[in-house]
């Protein structure tokens, strides 16, 4: 089965502090990881996939195999980036893509 | 166009109306679903449909019937709901259906704010 696990609920920064969010994951084939972001009142949008191994609005995301993580960093905080944020997990047969419980992210001025 | 659009935003309905969400997307993708998002909780994969056949069903309660007229649309009846099933339904849709493939980055819409009454 697949499962995705955030450990945080919240995390609160001050703006141009280091953030990382956390994100593990337990599958059984090759995964395709994703993060999503979604800032208030607006769409679930695709923030990073590790496929593209790309960095987006300055974040950053590791896919590490041996510790089933892909954790989500960005060096220097923006009050932009306070919203919620999804690590997701596909690659099952059908296409079924499975959310973690998301992390709230709130950067402090 | 790397949009999802659905219809409408909000729909406030009764425990015995009959009432549709619609969803369209015109960027070729062969793979549409239905998510539903509670309040401070992640999207719930409710359906997926591959190449216009329902191909996931998430034991979704028979009160809400999907039907995909064809690759471009996507509905959501709703019939007899119950206040639990007030939620935000999100559509998505994405260019590949198998596993392990680059196509499998699912776009969303905005969503149709649902409140049964």
């Known amino acids: 089965a697949q499962r995705v696990t955030q450990p945080e609920k919240l995390l609160s920064v001050f703006k141009g502090a280091p953030v990382e969010l956390k994100c593990n994951y337990s599958?059984?084939?090759?995964?395709?990881l994703f993060w999503y972001v979604q800032y208030s009142r607006q769409r679930l949008q695709l923030l990073l996939r590790?496929?593209s191994r790309e960095s987006i609005k300055g974040f950053t995301a590791d896919l590490n195999k041996g510790e089933t993580s892909f954790h989500l960093k960005k060096p220097f905080a923006q009050e932009e980036d306070s919203a919620m944020y999804y690590c997701a997990l596909g690659g099952a047969a059908g296409n079924k893509l499975t959310f973690g419980g998301g992390t709230r992210v709130l950067v402090k001025p | 166009d790397t949009e999802v659009t659905q219809t409408p935003k909000h729909l406030v309905m009764g425990m015995t109306n009959k009432k549709s969400l619609k969803c369209e997307q015109h960027m070729g993708h062969r793979a549409m679903y239905w998510y539903k998002q509670k309040a401070k909780k992640p999207p719930e994969l409710m359906f997926v449909y591959s190449y216009e056949k329902l191909s996931i069903n998430e034991s979704v309660p028979s009160r809400f019937s999907p039907e995909c007229p064809n690759s471009s649309l996507l509905n959501l009846h709703l019939h007899a709901l119950q206040p639990e099933d007030s939620a935000l339904y999100l559509c998505a849709s994405s260019r590949g259906t198998g596993e392990g493939t680059s196509g499998n980055t699912i776009y969303f819409g905005e969503g149709s704010w649902l409140t049964v009454v």
């Open positions: 590790h496929i």
């Open positions: 599958y059984s084939g090759s995964p395709e």
